[in-house]
């Protein structure tokens, strides 16, 4: 028997990538608990009211217009008029305005504190893309952007901190050029599942972007 290729090809939907704006929210707090390894939900589960959806919660936080959490600093991927993933990236504040690690919870200040290390840099706080859009490239896409990003808001360095045992993040951000400036121990809390160390990665800005 001959097999015939078809003629039709798949049509495969161009990607966008614009900032986030108010009508976003609610999906980009859904990335923001599948990026955030639980420690999202152990902070929004503090302001949840009887019989709201935790992800309403993030959406009410992502309204902010102050805080670094916040649409403002997101950016989304878009594909068939869907938003396939999002980065969520800001300057951190300078060494002046460092936030107290005494008011923060015992098993957060090991990531603070290495932010703590980098002030100034543009950071990397948050980036994913939903399962069904994965292997589209939609990660190297929205990091493309933040060399762009970074000069606007006046940055030399670019920052991101990821768990050691997340090994897959771990190569792909060394791969695209960062490398190790700190490490934490990880303080074990049953908001995510990993042990051992946090790593600090940076690398500087390309003013070529």
């Not at 709201?52 to 902010?64: E, T």
């Not at 920052?159 to 951000?173: D, H, K, W």
Request: hydrophobic letters at 40%; one cysteine or more; proline letters at 6%.
């Amino acid at each position: 028997m001959v097999h015939r290729h078809s003629t039709h090809t798949k049509t495969i939907s161009p990607m966008e990538i614009r900032p986030a704006v108010l009508s976003d929210c609610r999906v980009v707090a859904e990335l923001a608990l599948m990026a955030g390894e639980g420690i999202p939900a152990f902070f929004w589960a503090q302001n949840q009211q009887p019989g709201q959806d935790i992800i309403d919660v993030g959406a009410s936080n992502l309204k902010s217009e102050t805080e670094n959490f916040s649409y403002r600093n997101v950016h989304v991927a878009i594909i068939g008029g869907e938003i396939a993933g999002m980065l969520l990236a800001y300057r951190l504040p300078e060494a002046d305005d460092a936030e107290n690690l005494d008011e923060l919870p015992e098993f957060i200040r090991p990531l603070v504190e290495l932010e703590q290390f980098v002030p100034g840099s543009f950071y990397i706080n948050m980036i994913a893309t939903f399962p069904a859009h994965r292997n589209r490239s939609v990660g190297s896409a929205l990091m493309g952007i933040v060399d762009q990003l970074a000069i606007k808001a006046g940055c030399d360095e670019i920052s991101i901190e990821v768990f050691e045992q997340n090994e897959g993040a771990l190569r792909l951000y060394k791969r695209l050029g960062y490398t190790q400036k700190a490490t934490r121990d990880i303080i074990p809390h049953s908001s995510h599942p990993y042990q051992g160390k946090i790593v600090l990665l940076t690398r500087p800005v390309n003013a070529q972007a």
